[in-house]
């Protein structure tokens, strides 16, 4: 551009070619500038403003050759072009700018995020091929988080042609598929017809039969009774799919969002890609309810968004193989991210993985009432009201595995009893747990800067407040962990008779005030070396700083901050014992050998 330059300088009207150069000049500048900034941008954008310089370059030589001869010279009105060019000029470097930040919008989305699960997964939202989009990212989700290519509905389009194919690709075999659209009609609907949606749900609904997909396109529903799925059946061979368009960010803005009650149960349903959310009643309801009588079975709840409720899940008895895969629950205001529970019938075989949790008003998470076969693994717990993971009445043969919880106002994990007046809600036994490769931080201030409440909490408690004390919570195993603390102990047991038969092996723990308070059982206190003489089931322990990149309790308002990525240094790696370990990390990462301590498995040297 300095030789365009120097070539129009001969020229008596050469004021337009000066402004395409600055323009450009400014708009080559501007996205040099951000790609030191962003991690994404579009590179169309670069190719056109590379191959700019060669259409300017062409225009001045004709330019040149035109006022070589004088003949062909066209009568000129420079300054109104000029000015009206220039305007244009400027408008389109304001359009590469926008375009900029856009395609790049991880500069103020991923950048200063860190990576603590897998792809780019961090704090706040998944995305497990860092183009920005995914299940709680303000960009929206993704059309596929496989594909950095294939994240709005135009790209998802382009791969896959149609939503059947697609539904093909994921595993879905579909009979009949129902579009739902804000600009649909129920009137005129058709089946297998993206062209013919249909208005509502409640229309929709009543014709799906085993097999059948339902499938919303993008827009903003309120209904006042959300997605109701009672009594709504498939079968084991021909589920149902409830989902929205891939690509398209399709939220349910109502006073419930996905809603089960009555006798008639619900079961072999496959819910997918919603934003649920509650701006006008915020603080009020439950993203995902299934209420006491609904019976809910062999239900999977997948790339779900829920925010601005009382709590994010409440689902209550009867429950039996749920499944709820990369979903965010957050900001829901007074009760739990996910409230499980189970009242005179036990529930069995309920599956947490892979999802976010963070910022709501109680418990990140918490099952309340028997269950058995419970899995928590690959979880990220953050930053709530209460504890990390509250464990109460009757939790037990299950397994919780590969999760990072750090940042929440109280404990990592309690395991709780208490007494109650309701016969449907009685304490039972809360034995034979296995929990395994979690990485726990407890810090020093709470969350949102409002007290020092978490200082003196424990990773790991369990405590007896009823009055009877019958029930059991020894038999349980603590293995492969990560466990710091800022000034409580390690571990708490409120009862000496709950700390006996619990296994704690091959843990790497440590406690910002000192190895004097490792453990605490029944009010009494023990050091490192203490701790190890306890009981013969406490063996091969560590005591040492953990070794994360960069964790401070500094961090307490900006869980981005955190990385607990291993140094070398760090003496958990390779310490723990192959025996129930999980084969890969949190970040998808194998685990070799010997298996690290905590979440993760130290990557420098391994293969990734």
């Known amino acids: 551009m300095f030789r365009l330059k120097k070539k129009i300088q001969g020229l008596p009207e050469n004021a337009d070619f000066l402004w395409h150069i600055y323009a450009l000049r400014i708009a080559l500048i501007i996205y040099l500038v951000a790609g030191i900034f962003i991690t994404h941008t579009y590179i169309e954008e670069l190719y056109w403003l590379l191959i700019y310089p060669l259409f300017l370059k062409r225009s001045i030589e004709v330019e040149i050759e035109n006022k070589l001869k004088p003949s062909e010279l066209k009568p000129s009105k420079l300054k109104p072009r000029t000015l009206k060019n220039a305007f244009k000029v400027l408008i389109l470097v304001a359009l590469f700018t926008l375009f900029a930040i856009i395609g790049g919008a991880s500069i103020l989305l991923a950048k200063d995020l860190s990576q603590i699960g897998g792809g780019c997964t961090n704090a706040f939202y998944i995305d497990n091929d860092c183009d920005g989009y995914g299940v709680g990212s303000p960009l929206g989700p993704d059309a596929d988080d496989n594909d950095p290519v294939v994240n709005t509905g135009k790209t998802f389009t382009n791969k896959y042609r149609s939503p059947e194919s697609l539904l093909d690709h994921l595993g879905y075999k579909v009979r009949n598929i129902y579009y739902i659209s804000t600009d649909g009609r129920d009137e005129t609907g058709e089946m297998n017809n993206i062209e013919m949606p249909f208005a509502t749900w409640k229309k929709v609904k009543k014709l799906l039969q085993p097999g059948d997909g339902a499938i919303f396109r993008g827009g903003e529903y309120k209904t006042r009774s959300g997605i109701d799925i009672s009594g709504l059946k498939g079968t084991a061979e021909q589920p149902i799919v409830i989902m929205a368009y891939r690509g398209e960010k399709v939220i349910i803005n109502d006073i419930v969002g996905v809603n089960a ?318 025996n129930g370990a999980p084969v890969r990390d949190l970040k998808g990462n194998l685990r070799v050998g010997n298996p690290d301590l905590g979440c993760y498995e130290y990557v420098n040297r391994r293969q990734n």
């Open 261 to 578: 009650a009555g006798p008639a149960g619900c079961a072999f349903l496959i819910i997918v890609g919603f934003v649920l959310d509650n701006t006008e009643n915020a603080g009020r309801g439950n993203g995902i309810r299934l209420h006491l009588s609904s019976k809910g079975q062999n239900i999977v709840f997948r790339n779900i968004e829920a925010r601005n409720w009382s709590s994010g899940v409440s689902a209550m008895c009867d429950l039996h193989d749920l499944i709820f895969e990369n979903c965010v629950f957050h900001n829901n205001r007074n009760s739990h991210g996910m409230y499980l529970g189970a009242r005179g019938i036990p529930n069995t075989n309920v599956s947490v993985r892979n999802c976010i949790i963070y910022q709501n008003g109680m418990h990140g998470f918490q099952h309340n009432g028997r269950i058995t076969n419970l899995l928590l693994e690959n979880n990220i717990i953050h930053s709530n009201g209460v504890a990390g993971v509250s464990l109460l009445q009757g939790v037990s043969h299950s397994i919780f595995r590969n999760n990072l919880i750090f940042n929440n106002n109280k404990q990592g994990i309690i395991f709780f009893l208490y007494d109650s007046t309701d016969k449907d809600i009685q304490p039972y036994d809360q034995t034979n747990n296995l929990i395994i490769n979690n990485t726990i931080w407890i810090g020093r201030h709470r969350w949102k800067g409002d007290g020092e409440e978490p200082s003196d909490h424990a990773s790991i408690g369990f405590a007896d407040s009823t009055a009877g004390q019958l029930r059991k919570m020894g038999g349980n195993i603590i293995r492969n962990n990560i466990l710091v603390t800022y000034n409580g102990p390690i571990f708490r047991f409120r009862e000496e008779r709950n700390f006996q038969g619990t296994v704690i092996e091959k843990n790497l723990l440590f406690r910002d005030g000192g190895a004097s308070k490792v453990i605490e059982v029944k009010k009494n206190y023990y050091d490192f070396k203490a701790f190890n003489n306890l009981s013969h089931l406490i063996k091969d322990n560590i005591y040492a700083p953990p070794g994360f990149t960069d964790v401070s309790i500094n961090y307490y308002s900006k869980p981005e901050g955190f990385n607990f990525d291993y140094l070398s240094t760090s003496k958990g790696i390779d310490f723990g014992d192959k």
